[in-house]
């Protein structure tokens, strides 16, 4: 899969994770609750720069061992119909990793978006 880009500004985001606005982990051990909140977290970034879901070209997501996988897809298919509610998704890397900075993080997504 890919998409094409005209150019633009590009936004790159830095990796999100399952942490609250007050630095608290959400959903120790469970990564869908964590993919839900790394994406909520990407929607603040996003916003602050002017953009939105709609205006990723690209998501890179890092899951903590093969076991976290079906929860990351679980995650993600529960947030991706309100966030892309026509169905077209950004391209995605999916990469299973032995661990994150943090031992209790699952999931970090990061992603570019293309401004016009």
Not at 70 to 94: A, H, K, M, V, W
């Amino acid at each position: 899969m890919g998409i094409s880009v005209s150019p633009g500004k590009l936004v790159y985001i830095a990796g999100q994770v399952g942490v609250d606005s007050n630095g608290n982990l959400v959903g120790k051990g469970d990564p869908a609750a964590q993919t839900r909140q790394a994406l909520e977290n990407v929607g603040h970034v996003l916003a602050a720069a002017g953009a939105g879901f709609s205006d990723v070209v690209e998501f890179t997501t890092y899951v903590v061992g093969r076991s976290s996988v079906q929860g990351y897809l679980d995650g993600r298919g529960e947030t991706y119909p309100t966030i892309y509610p026509d169905g077209e998704f950004p391209t995605n890397t999916l990469l299973v990793v032995a661990g994150l900075v943090n031992e209790d993080l699952l999931v970090e997504i990061k992603a570019v978006a293309a401004l016009p």
